[in-house]
């Protein structure tokens, strides 16, 4: 049974146009949510996180949004760059973590 | 500051052998996590250790795999004997506290491959 669901296995978006990458999850005692972004050969790097106590969290170009009630939150990142072209994990916590299978991200030129 | 240092990077063996992973921490952070990352899928933790101790073994399959971190510092994960299933990526990360809101720092991995 997956806590956290990352529906969508893929997505391309246009350099310059805004990514929105989505995460589902079940455990209502989740109160942290992370995303880490991973590159090929390379360990996940942390990007952003947000508190359950919050519905949104900004830095500089990714922003994330938490919807308690639905048990969902996004990843917006605006512009898109082909830098960004990775991995993306979704991560939520109580008191261990839990990773989504992950989505992965085309920036295309 | 120095990240998550692991060796090797990669590894291939033959079903039925044995195989150990390193993991040196970043410095100070009290807390180390082994991650199994099998392709397709997001990591799924091993085991955690609180310094020296072990907070959750749960999801460790412990008739074939084993850990420890015996000065708090740095840690090896032994897989004997190896089953094909075992391919994935063996991820360690650690944390400064393990407490609370925090981040796990990773690094970059061992990639397994069992014959």
């Known amino acids: 049974d997956q806590q956290v669901k990352q529906n969508s296995p893929s997505l391309s978006v246009q350099e310059g146009r805004i990514s929105i990458l989505n995460c589902d999850y079940t455990n209502s005692m989740f109160d942290y949510f992370l995303w880490y972004k991973k590159y090929p050969a390379e360990g996940p790097t942390f990007l952003i996180s947000i508190s359950s106590i919050k519905d949104k969290n900004e830095d500089g170009r990714f922003t994330v949004f938490l919807n308690k009630s639905a048990k969902h939150l996004s990843l917006h990142i605006v512009p898109s760059q082909p830098g960004d072209s990775a991995v993306y994990f979704c991560a939520a916590s109580d008191r261990n973590f839990v990773f989504g299978p992950g989505t992965r991200l085309s920036v295309l030129p | 500051e120095a990240g998550v240092a692991q060796s090797p990077r990669y590894k291939i063996i033959e079903k039925r052998q044995s195989v150990a992973f390193w993991c040196n921490p970043i410095?100070?952070?009290?807390?180390l996590y082994w991650y199994q990352q099998i392709l397709g899928q997001g990591p799924k933790l091993l085991i955690q250790f609180q310094n020296n101790g072990v907070v959750d073994d749960s999801q460790l399959p412990k008739d074939r795999f084993s850990a420890e971190r015996l000065k708090g510092v740095d840690s090896t994960l032994k897989i004997q004997p190896a089953k094909l299933e075992d391919s994935a990526v063996y991820l360690c990360?650690?944390?400064?506290?393990?407490?609370?809101?925090?981040?796990?720092?990773f690094g970059s991995g061992t990639q397994l491959s069992v014959l």
């Open positions: 990360a650690s944390s400064v506290t393990g407490v609370g809101n925090e981040k796990l720092f």
């Open positions: 410095s100070g952070h009290a807390t």
